[in-house]
DNA sequence: ATCGGGACCTGCTTGC
DNA sequence: TGCAAGCAGGTCCCGA
């Protein structure tokens, strides 16, 4: 998906067309997402919007009648548009909108959800929810507790929503390789001080992103339509076999948790 | 309790 | 040129 700096991008880019507007009605064309699109989402008309956020990579979009939970998977795309607008091979959902506008979701893979909260914030999926990366709650501390007695793989332990959010496959690597930890080493095998400077790599690589405006990838476009500028500062997302930043090594290719990384066997221990 | 793996789905790239 | 395999940003759920 669209990682979490992508998330906040699509949600500074959409929030000002979206609040204050009353919802007409909705379009589902295709229901099949990763769950069912609720009842609720679909019938729910008439209704203001009274406040657009995100926590981890949901957009919480609230109204008097209750909250959409609008997760984007591995390949939703939000967008405004004009009401009118053809919608595409892949444009499932459609909330239309009192000014005139349309927001129109996008998901070729279909891993994306729609959901529905009737109370705001008590949703299951939000229930279990470890902290935000770029709050205080989150420091290394946190993690060097929570991976006390812990031997998986500290790439999938820091990749867990329970532990922290918003940490995807591409900015665990970056994190990973900044703080120059090999993303292999067991969770439970890292000291409190290496611990604090990941937490610091994964909160600079995730500010830095959302300040770029996310990465672009393949088909990921803000809500506007353009990139984000953030692809060219990537250290070692796909990049592996080409030179190591730092070293000049060449860089190498794992998997885990059934992702792949690219880590530099030689600068990250 | 922790973990690894499977599942969900389409489309693009790679290799024979 | 054609076709199959491999791979892609996420995350819930299951069984060991």
Redesign the pocket.
């Known amino acids: 998906?669209?990682?979490?700096p992508?998330v906040e991008t699509i949600k500074k880019g959409v929030s000002p067309h979206l609040i204050g507007q009353r919802i007409l009605h909705m379009v589902v064309r295709q229901p099949?997402l990763?769950w069912p699109v609720p009842e609720a989402v679909k019938q729910l008309k008439q209704v203001k919007i009274t406040a657009v956020q995100r926590r981890?990579?949901?957009l919480l979009i609230t109204t008097q009648a209750g909250q959409r939970l609008v997760?984007?998977?591995?390949?939703g795309v939000l967008r405004i548009v004009p009401e009118g607008t053809a919608p595409a091979?892949?444009d499932h959902v459609d909330m239309v909108l009192s000014n005139g506008q349309v927001l129109r979701y996008s998901d070729?893979?279909?891993?994306g959800a729609w959901l529905w909260a009737s109370t705001p914030n008590e949703h299951?999926?939000l229930a279990?929810?470890g902290p935000e990366p770029l709050s205080e709650a989150f420091n290394g501390d946190l993690l060097y507790e929570?991976a006390?007695?812990?031997?998986?793989?500290v790439k999938?332990?820091i990749?867990?929503?329970?532990i922290v959010?918003?940490?995807?496959?591409?900015?665990?690597q970056e994190a990973l390789f900044m703080a120059g930890i090999h993303p292999s080493r067991?969770?439970?095998r890292i000291s409190r001080a290496r611990y604090h400077k990941l937490a610091q790599a994964i909160k600079q690589v995730l500010a830095r992103a959302i300040e770029a405006g996310?990465?672009?990838?393949?088909?990921?476009l803000k809500a506007d339509g353009h990139p984000g500028y953030f692809q060219q500062e990537l250290l070692v997302?796909?990049r592996a076999g080409e030179a190591c930043v730092a070293c000049g090594a060449t860089l190498l290719k794992a998997?885990?948790?059934?992702?792949?990384t690219v880590y530099c066997g030689a600068c990250q221990r």
């Open positions: 998906m669209p990682e979490l992508e099949q990763r981890a990579k949901y997760n984007l998977g591995m390949s091979r892949h070729p893979r279909r891993f299951k999926v279990h929810l929570r006390r007695q812990r031997r998986q793989a999938t332990f990749m867990d929503n329970r959010v918003g940490v995807g496959n591409i900015y665990a067991a969770a439970g996310g990465t672009t990838l393949k088909d990921f997302y796909g998997v885990h948790g059934q992702r792949s």
